[in-house]
């Protein structure tokens, strides 16, 4: 089945356009009208036209590359650094296709932000998505503006689907979710890390020690994904009564690590609400 969507223009070629641009070129989808981007570099700019169906502009070599990818785009996703989302916003407003989606993918900038910025005739749609998107196993949450149709919402959730999985919540939950799952898998990360400094303190070598704790936990997610069991039922069945991993997992109880993910989380809250009041 063939996945169709519009034009569509990624202003800024960070890690997260490219790796959205990376799922819109899997087989299966087809984008009419192709995929325009615009960066700073000429050197970056040229690198991606060479890909299939991409035409890229340099604003280095066209001051106007912005209002060039936007004229007649469908979708303008919008990929700068929440700092520079204004000057962008100013520069294109006038240049955008009337009832043309404009996609954010800029941290802590809120819905009316955009929509005070752009004309009335164009909507905004707020996504948050994670690094995972790179190898197209994101999670991303998406937030519709006062603007936004069920349309719109379903052209988004299009978009970002070709990365991975998508969560439609409101405006005032995006900043929560991206404590979850956007900063989500430096947790795991982190984790993965711990596990494995205490798999070298017990005498295997590092090489040993990833093959052990990065393929326990891809191992472990595939199982989960698979399965279609709740975390706490796999748990229970690796967990025998009064074995060895029942004696472990009382040592992780003993620190409450529901409590401690919800003070980190808190902690990511917080600052999320400060970087959006600048």
């Known amino acids: 089945m063939t996945t169709q969507l519009p034009t569509i223009a990624f202003l800024g070629a960070g890690s997260m356009a490219r790796a959205i641009l990376t799922g819109l070129l899997q087989p299966g989808i087809e984008v009419v009208g192709g995929i325009r981007t615009t960066n700073r570099s000429a050197a970056k700019a040229a690198e991606l036209s060479a890909l299939d169906g991409v035409t890229a502009f340099a604003t280095e070599e066209d ?24 000057e962008l916003l100013a520069e294109i407003a006038d240049a955008l296709e009337p009832g043309a989606l404009v996609v954010s993918v800029a941290a802590g900038v809120t819905v009316a932000t955009f929509e ?41 959730v299009a978009l970002f689907e070709t990365v991975g999985a998508v969560l439609v919540v409101p405006e005032d939950q995006i900043d929560a979710l991206s404590t979850i799952s956007g900063s989500g898998p430096a947790y795991v990360f982190y984790l993965i890390e711990q596990l494995t400094a205490t798999a070298v ?61 919800d003070t980190a989380t808190d902690a990511a809250l917080a600052r999320a609400r400060e970087l959006a009041a600048g």
């Open 63 to 86: 001051a106007d590359a912005n209002r060039i990818a936007v004229h007649g785009a469908k979708i303008v996703v919008v990929a700068v650094k929440p700092a520079m989302v204004p």
């Open 116 to 156: 005070a910025l752009l004309p009335a005739t164009v909507s905004v749609v707020r996504s948050m998505p994670n690094t995972p998107a790179v190898v197209g196993k994101a999670v991303t949450g998406i937030s519709g503006g006062s603007r936004s149709s069920d349309a719109d919402l379903a052209l988004a």
């Open 201 to 261: 303190s017990k005498g295997f070598t590092p090489e040993q020690a990833a093959i052990m704790v990065n393929g326990t936990f891809l191992g472990a997610s595939e199982l989960l994904a698979s399965s279609g069991e709740q975390p706490a039922e796999l748990r229970r069945r690796v967990t025998s009564p009064n074995g060895t991993t029942e004696r472990a997992i009382r040592e992780l109880e003993r620190v409450d690590l529901k409590a401690l993910f």
